[in-house]
């Protein structure tokens, strides 16, 4: 069974900061992997989609990169912002279904 | 610019009341999803379809029941609620691997069973 765990639970950092968030995924099946954001009672925005091919994906100042023999893929948000508070969740499609883990939850301060 | 639209916003329920979650996009895509999210935690998949008239289950599916007779409506049954389905509902669709597969969320609907 596919699983999908990400560190840390929770993250605070002063502005400015560079940030790495970890994504682990037990199954290297998984062919595309897909960052999303989620604010407070609202839906979820995808930020970045890595397909199986792909070693890492940039949109301004969000890299991610996946590494499927290692069942990793991290986030890298250089220059944190307050507007970067959120909670981020990494998914992995396997065969037809995204299987999601449980995010990390960023408080980003002035 | 619809996407993925999903109504109720808000619902609550007495326990052993029934209702439908309504999903619908129009995207033309062929794959659909249903996720409940409890607070503080990931999106647990429940059901989903990769085209119309074929739907399976995901890994959270007692209680529910989804058809899809057309490409763009997917909606998901609760028959019987119960306070452990008070969650927050997400509908989703893609357009395959072929459309890499970037998944598209509705804003959700946040139900009560009381």
């Known amino acids: 069974k596919q699983e999908v765990t990400q560190i840390p639970a929770a993250l605070s950092v002063p502005e400015g900061e560079n940030l790495v968030l970890n994504c682990s995924f037990t199954?290297?099946?998984?062919?595309?992997l897909q960052w999303f954001r989620q604010d407070p009672g609202k839906g979820l925005t995808s930020l970045l989609l890595i397909q199986s091919s792909q070693r890492e994906q940039t949109s301004g100042r969000l890299n991610a990169s996946l590494d499927k023999s290692s069942g990793r893929s991290t986030l890298y948000i250089a220059a944190s912002q307050p507007g970067d508070s959120a909670t981020y969740l990494c998914?992995?499609?396997?065969?037809?279904?995204?299987?999601f883990g449980t995010g990390t939850r960023l408080q980003v301060f002035p | 610019n619809a996407g993925v639209t999903q109504t109720p916003k808000f619902r609550i329920l007495k326990i052993g009341q029934s209702m439908t979650l309504q999903c619908t996009q129009d995207m033309n895509h062929n794959y659909m999803y249903w996720y409940r999210q409890d607070p503080g935690m990931g999106l647990k998949l429940i059901y989903y379809s990769v085209g119309a008239g074929i739907t399976d289950k995901g890994e959270v599916p007692n209680g529910y029941n989804v058809s899809r007779s057309t490409t763009e409506d997917f909606p998901l049954r609760l028959e019987l609620a119960a306070p452990s389905q008070t969650s927050v509902y997400f509908c989703?669709?893609?357009?395959?691997?072929?459309?890499?597969?970037?998944?598209?969320f509705g804003a959700g609907t946040r139900l009560s069973v009381l």
């Open positions: 998914a992995g499609y396997n065969t037809d279904k995204l299987i």
């Open positions: 989703a669709s893609n357009a395959g691997p072929l459309a890499k597969n970037i998944q598209y």
């Open positions: 199954d290297s099946a998984i062919y595309n």
